[in-house]
């Protein structure tokens, strides 16, 4: 019973996320580029962004939600930045440091910037120096658990041991 349930769920989210990019790849690039800056001015304005002083930010995909702006407005501020750097199954948020060393990294196989295997930087993971993990997402259920790629999901590491979940 448990497998056809499992079988039963994935064609589900399957067809969600079928449906999802259906309509997202019905809109045209101006109105996805508007959408992208009401959700960028949305998330600088919460308190939780403003209140932060280390953010992780998994870089957006060609096709998700642009986090350009954020990144700008992080660097800005005089924040924190870290970025995921994937070797193999483990992954590491390390420091990005401004617009330029973005601009200067590498990109993998899948075309996302990362820092080099090779590249020595602070680890966020490593003295757990977090306020704020930005990381994106598709679709929602009603209760905030991400099913996949492109909106955005943001956790406020507020204690050690606690983790609030803001949505927009």
């Not at 309509?23 to 962004?49: H, S, W």
């Not at 994106?136 to 606690?162: E, M, N, W």
């Amino acid at each position: 019973m448990a497998v056809n349930m499992s079988a039963g769920l994935r064609l589900a989210k399957k067809n969600m996320r079928s449906k999802i990019k259906s309509i997202l790849n019905a809109l045209n690039d101006e109105e996805k580029e508007r959408q992208c800056k009401i959700i960028t001015r949305m998330f600088l304005a919460t308190p939780e962004y403003k209140m932060s002083r280390s953010i992780a930010v998994y870089l957006s995909m060609p096709d998700e939600v642009n986090t350009d702006g954020i990144l700008q407005d992080v660097f800005k501020s005089g924040k924190k930045c870290y970025i995921p750097r994937y070797v193999g199954s483990n992954m590491d948020m390390l420091r990005l440091h401004s617009m330029e060393d973005y601009s200067s990294l590498p990109k993998t196989k899948w075309n996302i910037s990362q820092p080099a295997e090779s590249d020595e930087r602070e680890n966020a993971l490593s003295i757990g120096q977090l306020d704020l993990i930005l990381a994106p997402g598709l679709a929602f259920t009603k209760v905030c658990d991400r099913q996949s790629l492109l909106s955005f999901i943001f956790a406020l590491h507020v204690h050690s041991h606690y983790l609030h979940e803001l949505v927009l």
